[in-house]
């Protein structure tokens, strides 16, 4: 079945240092999407993206499609200790019709 | 908009014990999904509910099931709970379809004995 797969599995980062997380699919995505979770929390939606080499930003995120359509990658530049928690990619399955979650980076931002 | 609730958040139960979660989606949300969520395994899909239906299901066994009110509000049931079974279980509801964007609620955290 579809695998995803996602790199680092942790990542401890300075207060201000970039933060760059990594997510591969083993199948061709129509879409990929992005989720944080932030420690005791829920994941929460943060972007779509759909169309082969798309870029996407939210203010210091950056969002990548990748021209395979998959692999993408979450870039944060100067990270801030609200960024601390985990991010997961998350793509449909194909004909399963349901979401395969990546395993998640685990980002700490030391002050 | 309210956003997903589940309830109870916390439950603690032994072996052999069934447990019943509840999931209230998003008003006019139709499509409920169910994710277990532990740290080994990360974020599984369990089942999706459309319509009061099963449209969707994962890869757990039986002892796993579910359904959906004609109101959209999900329950998930353990049977025969294993210690295996202690996780996170997160209930996302999304407007059509399971692949959509998932909107999630705080989740139930059930701890087997």
């Known amino acids: 079945g579809q695998q995803v797969m996602q790199i680092p599995q942790y990542q401890h980062v300075q207060e201000g240092e970039d933060f760059t997380t990594y997510c591969n699919s083993s199948?061709?995505?129509?879409?990929i999407q992005w989720y944080k979770q932030r420690p005791g929390g829920h994941p929460v939606f943060l972007i779509q993206?759909?169309?082969?080499?798309e870029v996407k930003k939210q203010k210091r995120l950056t969002f990548q499609f990748g021209e395979a359509k998959k692999n993408s990658s979450l870039h944060i530049t100067a990270t801030q200790t609200t960024d601390v928690g985990t991010y997961f990619c998350?793509?449909?399955?194909?004909?399963?019709?349901?979401?395969?979650f990546g395993s998640g980076t685990q980002l700490t931002v030391l002050p | 908009k309210a956003g997903v609730t589940q309830t109870p958040r916390y439950l603690i139960k032994t072996r052999g014990q069934q447990v019943t979660l509840s999931c209230s989606p998003i008003?006019?949300?139709?499509?409920v999904s169910w994710y277990q969520q532990t740290p080994g395994q990360g974020l599984q899909f369990l089942f999706e509910?459309?319509?009061?239906?099963?449209?969707n299901k994962g890869n757990f066994p039986g002892r796993f099931s579910g359904r959906q009110f004609s109101n959209s509000r999900s329950e998930m049931n353990v049977s025969t709970l294993e210690l295996g079974d202690s996780a996170l279980y997160l209930c996302?509801?999304?407007?059509?379809?399971?692949?959509?964007?998932?909107?999630f609620g705080p989740g139930t955290r059930l701890t087997v004995l």
């Open positions: 008003s006019g949300h139709r499509s």
């Open positions: 199948t061709t995505l129509s879409n």
């Open positions: 993206l759909v169309k082969s080499g």
């Open positions: 509910y459309f319509s009061e239906t099963q449209r």
């Open positions: 996302a509801s999304s407007t059509m379809e399971s692949t959509d964007t998932q909107y």
């Open positions: 998350a793509g449909p399955s194909g004909s399963a019709r349901q979401l395969t």
